[in-house]
């Protein structure tokens, strides 16, 4: 049974910082083909994709978080991190991780979600 475990949300002032990590415990194999990810839910909107990061490092961002968010991974533990710098209002919302694989043994996992909270 694999679960993911996050944290590091809380409440931080606009141009703030927060790191949120998200560990993975269970067997679960990392491939190439593994795509780890960051979403976010505002409250009365959809969720909608941070970043994600492949099992070979390859990266993506939406464009509201581009230059001031960073999705790493720390392979040796399967935890997945999200550096966010510069925290804007906008920015609040439960941050949910996401470890997805569509293919060879597929799987698709759920964190429960941390609450980050900015202030103006």
């Known amino acids: 049974q694999v679960q993911l475990v996050e944290s590091g949300g809380g409440l931080v002032q606009s141009g703030g910082s927060l790191r949120l990590s998200c560990a993975a415990s269970g067997s679960i194999s990392i491939s190439s083909m593994s795509v780890m990810g960051w979403y976010r839910q505002a409250a009365g909107k959809q969720r909608e994709l941070v970043a994600t990061i492949t099992g070979n490092e390859i990266t993506n961002y939406a464009d509201f978080v581009k230059g001031r968010f960073a999705i790493s991974r720390d392979i040796a533990g399967n935890t997945v991190y999200l550096q966010m710098n510069s925290l804007k209002p906008e920015d609040t919302a439960v941050y949910y991780c996401?470890?997805?694989?569509?293919?060879?043994?597929?799987?698709?996992?759920w964190g429960q979600g941390t609450q980050v909270t900015v202030s103006s």
């Open positions: 996401n470890f997805k694989r569509e293919l060879l043994i597929p799987y698709n996992y």
